[in-house]
């Protein structure tokens, strides 16, 4: 009797672990067709990679002290951008690293590009394209590191322009050097970016919030994005005869505390996807 129980125990253990077995490699089954769906197995399009300063940048704005803003140029350096598909979808919000299934480098050497080309209503500025194999690419990574132009040389981002407030005009060119990385989950915006279907053309998009650094008059004021925007009437008190041409080691020596430790989290801050997040 006692070996008879235990060889139903053993046989009842063994369809056990076979059944846990057995369920384990349907899941992983389901995620692989799943994940064949959207890549369509072995087919490859074109990835492009566009650059994004927005209505900002392209129309101009009122900050949130009421100078209003007009750029002429604003140079961004862009180097090492590489787009990647991830499963599960990369979240920027969280702890976790880019885990990628997939992953395509657009940029490798630095390429420094004017946001504020082209008229008002003008498209995004494309920055690279490359073969890539078909799928959804829902994680971005970039770095904004030192140019190499005459303008650009030692800086990140270069802003040129003129402020305007009650009479008052100022012309400016604002340097920044602070080097910065960016891990981003999926765009954010009105269409959806990076699906690659097939053989055909999508876009991955680097997107630059400056309404961050500046605030913006139509945001309420007590909104978070303009309590923590520098704004410009700091940076205009720094003019001399209506010109401002001033570099960040200039601004941390001469803004307040308080204010030079707002641009530098807004200067972090800077990098989006669309509306998304990135870390």
Known sequence: MKKLLLVTSLTFLASVTLLGCSSSQTAK????????????SGEKGNLVLVANGEDFVRQGFVTKDRWEINFDNVYVTLA?????????????????????????VLVSEPITINLAEGDADAQPITVAEKEA???????????????????????????????????ETVEFVIGFN?????????????????ILKGTETADVETTFHFDHIFGDADTPADDSLNQEAVGFQPMAALAENGTLEVDQDTLKTELSSEDYEKLENAIASLGHVGEGHCK
């Not at 602070?178 to 990076?194: A, H, I, M, N, S």
């Open 29 to 40: 089954v389901k995620t692989s067709a799943e994940t064949e769906t959207l890549a369509s």
């Open 133 to 167: 194999p078909a799928g959804n690419y829902n994680a971005l990574s970039w770095q904004v590191v030192p140019g190499e132009t005459d303008t650009t040389a030692g800086k990140t981002i270069v802003l040129d322009g003129t402020a305007t407030k009650d009479g």
């Open 80 to 104: 090492d951008v590489q787009a990647y598909q991830t499963e599960p979808p990369f979240d920027a919000d969280t702890a976790e690293e880019i885990k990628a299934q997939e992953s395509v």
């Open 178 to 194: 602070q080097p910065l990385t960016y891990q981003c989950g999926e765009f954010v915006g009105d269409d959806r970016k990076g």
